[in-house]
Nanobody, 115 residues
Framework: QVQLLESGGGLSQAGGSLRLSCTASGFSLSLTSTGWHRQAPGKQRDLVATIDHQGNTNYADSVKGRFTISRDNAKNTVYLQMITLKPEDTAVYYC?????????WGQGTLVTVSS
């Protein structure tokens, strides 16, 4: 069974940093693209960053220069390093892959940034 498990969320003050992890079981993340998405209360789920199987990365304009997505193939984990956090980064963060043509999501991890 393929599963994604996020961790690393929590409370941070503005200007602080957090690192999120997305660990997969039953599937190798090095074979596909992985995306981090976030959903703030009352808002739609938005794409934050992606990393493809070759390690190429893309970022939403709102997080460029502050967030870094990376992958550790040995740990089968994709990370999202977040620095200079802002209150508007507050959201539930999800990782996602496309598996056999279907979107597979993790359960999410909550990030709260206080001003």
């Amino acid at each position: 069974q393929v599963q994604l498990l996020e961790s690393g969320g929590g409370l941070s003050q503005a200007g602080g940093s957090l690192r999120l992890s997305c660990t997969a079981s039953g599937f190798s993340l090095s074979l596909t693209s992985t995306g981090w998405h976030r959903q703030a209360p009352g808002k739609q789920r938005d794409l934050v960053a992606t990393i493809d199987h070759q390690g190429n990365t893309n970022y939403a304009d709102s997080v460029k220069g502050r967030f870094t997505i990376s992958r550790d193939n040995a740990k089968n984990t994709v990370y999202l390093q977040m620095i200079t956090l802002k209150p508007e980064d507050t959201a539930v963060y999800y990782c996602k892959i496309n598996y056999l043509g279907l979107a597979l999501w993790g359960q999410g991890t909550l990030v709260t940034v206080s001003s």
